[in-house]
């Protein structure tokens, strides 16, 4: 065996870094066409933990839930390029300010997390979001992005994706929620482990009914996912 020599090492950093930088992008070309694991679902898989998670195609999950899940988590989901710039600048200024910034995190950039990278609070992980978003966001289809969402969404210990959820706390197929289950899978995915959406919370509830009324002004801002093609 050859000795690690300086050049030997820095070749072979360089072949990492090389294969770290395509092979987001490749994934995400292949996800325009095949189902996706999230990592930390793959976490789980490796730890021999349970996983329930049943694909679904956007056909067949409820337009109630994409609308739901639209007004919570990003409204301006089908006028950006993946980055809420304008969301992101004011939260850069909390943080400049001292506070601890909130919000700014769009679907895009949270499918991004789930698909590449790790959970938890940490500045490095969401500056990697950023350009992984605008990279996704330039290579699917919005439809795309949301249905590869909703399918890898965390809904409580070991489910994931929206037909897990619908038939684990509803006993239902996520293409039959009515607005008010999907109102409170929407405002559980913020802390989908301590959110129960079968038997919601006074806040929770509250939340959720917030939501549905937001959702019934909302106007177009779901047309990119829920148009007629």
């Known amino acids: 065996m050859k000795p690690l ?42 730890q021999g933990l349970w996983v329930d998670r049943k694909w679904q195609p956007l056909e067949r999950i409820s337009p109630h839930l994409v609308r739901a899940v639209i007004t919570s988590e990003d409204s301006g989901f089908c006028s950006h390029g993946g980055v809420d710039w304008s969301a ?32 938890g609070r940490s500045y490095v992980r969401k500056a990697l979001e950023i350009p992984l978003a605008v990279m996704i966001d330039a290579l699917l289809t919005k439809r795309r992005i949301a249905e590869l969402y909703l399918n890898i969404a965390e809904w409580g210990e070991g489910i ?25 899978l929407a405002t559980a995915l913020p802390n989908p482990l301590a959110r129960n959406p079968a038997k919601p919370s006074r806040a929770h509830d509250r939340l959720a009914r917030t939501n549905m009324a937001r959702v019934r002004v909302a106007g177009a801002i779901f047309d990119c996912v829920l148009a007629p093609r």
């Not at 992101?88 to 991004?112: C, F, H, K, W, Y």
């Open 160 to 184: 994931f994706g929206a037909e897990a959820a619908a038939q684990a706390w509803f006993g239902k197929s996520a293409a039959d929620l009515s607005q008010t289950e999907a109102a409170r």
């Open 88 to 119: 992101l600048e004011v939260q850069i200024g909390v943080l400049s300010g001292g506070d601890n910034p909130r919000g700014a995190s769009t679907l895009t950039m949270q499918l991004a997390k789930n698909l590449f990278l790790w959970g």
């Open 5 to 46: 020599t300086l050049a030997r090492a820095r070749r072979w950093l360089l072949r990492a870094a090389f294969v770290l930088v395509l092979l987001p992008p490749a994934l995400t070309l292949l996800y325009a066409w095949l189902p996706a694991q999230s990592t930390l679902m793959l976490a789980r898989h490796v």
